[in-house]
């Protein structure tokens, strides 16, 4: 409603007195002249209403001059009484209609007012879903805050530390990435969440920053912010990123590494000095066991590759992750699980156990990063593999160069296979010393090593730059392990290449990983995803396909042994 529109509600039902203000209505032409009878103009409508009761007003009126003209004699004084009060009463009613008539014109504003409000808030939830739709931002749950569009506002909405803001544009990181756009507010809010986005996507800035911002300041008050990964690599890369982003704000941030252990920095008397803790689930339970940490203070737990955490079984981490969710006894204890991809029995343990959850995807579920070239080779047999490694690096590739294999032996044996070739080649995996496995992923980070050969112990969460092959010497055990090998290159935006050998054995998986080359846009054989699914030990691989609307559609893409 505009000025007018009001005003003329308002003024609904008032009337002009010409008798009085004759003079100013000739002036403003309103009557042509003072002579002219003014009877007519009476119930001009001034705002438009085309309510008008003035004439018939005005002949009541005469028609009362002229009863009170013919009437004489006895009685006289008591009809001017009646007629006065009746007057009166006809003047309250006018009153009454008047207000009425505005309290009604107020009404109608205020309705016009709370649609306007509605109309605004439609507006800016169309820009909100806009920038998800972009961003290809699927969120489900209740009251998810905003999406953010910079680093500034999160230090304008959510306080975040200047001096962390500092560090961010010190390192290069200017624009949010889609997972840290709506991750961010949600963990700023303190919202429990399961988030899933592609490999190389910023998930642990996602995690991190909301960390720094919720714990504020250094304090004595014992470990307040706890992250989980597999790997003491993956909690390594996460320690570093932590502390450079907090440079300058004095948080302490541990790592349980044998060092640290053997110097029992973590045991209850020196937890106070500790701010955030990384770790991976079996130190923290070997120390938990031994009564020599308390995680009772601890107010956000982070789970990074949260599947993986999850995996049960021998080699599984599910029953030391559950020993630690205990030890984490805090009322306040919010959690957060990070990964590339999800599986249905974490989504549920999120759904039954995490309050108002919030799960985030960006882009399609369980889907390879689409900055990859992918490509399936077919090699024939075991030798066949060798002959091939062999023509990749004599027709010339640009280093480095990852090359992933199933097992530790097979690593060795590999690695004796190419230590001859010329190259500068190394080998990682579980059975080597913690000092060599460091030295190793110091030599691939600064380029002294071109091809590191290794097992799933790289897979998950890794992140060096720059890597320009992936090469699946052995094929994966899964879509998923596939999904996180060759994410070790294409991150962060860049381009990277994937190579996958196969041979006959590999029939059997063939169709899944195929389906997500295919489901990444790289083209793959027809008769490869043509090939019949395999349903023993399997869950899902889902790809969810439609945005932030809640309503969820799921693509079965394959199954996954
Ligand atoms: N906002 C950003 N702008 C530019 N680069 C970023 C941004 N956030 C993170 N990065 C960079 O992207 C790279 C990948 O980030 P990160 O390791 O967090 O990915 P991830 O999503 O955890 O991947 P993975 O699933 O493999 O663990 C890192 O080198 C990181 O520095
Ligand atoms: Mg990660």
Redesign the pocket.
Known sequence: MDAFDLFRKLGAGAKFDFKRFGKDAERFKVVRSQEKDVTDHYGIDFFGTGVTHGNQEQREEEEEKHEEEGDAGAGKRKRQDEEKTAKKKKEDTQAEGSIWQKSKGLKEGRDRDKTSMKRLQHLHQEKVNRVRTQHRINVHGCDVPDPVCTFSELQSEYGLNPRVLQNLSA???????P??MQAIPLMMHGRELLAC?????????AFCLPLLTHLKQPANLGIRALVISPTRELAS?THRELVRLSEGVGFRVHILDKASMAARKCVPSSNNKSDILISTPNRLVFLLKQDALDLSSVEWLVV??SDKLFEDGRSGFRDQLAAVFQACSSPRVRRAL???TCAPDVEQWCRLNLDNLVSVNIGHRNSAVETVEQKLLFVGTENGKLLAVRDIIKKGFLPPMLVFVQSIDRARELFHELVYEGINVDIIHADRTQQQRDNVISSFRSGDIWVLICTALLA????F?GVNLVLNYDFPTSAVEYI?RI??TG???RTGRAVTFFTEDDKPLLRSIANVIKQAGCPVPGYMVGFKKIHSNCYPLVGVVTNYSEQKHYIFLDCMV
């Open positions: 390192a290069g990181l200017t624009v949010p990435t997972i840290q986005a592609p490999t190389g996507s910023g998930k642990t800035l890369q990074d590759e990070y990964s590339a998950r969460g890794i992140d730059k996180h994410g070790r991150r962060a935006g």
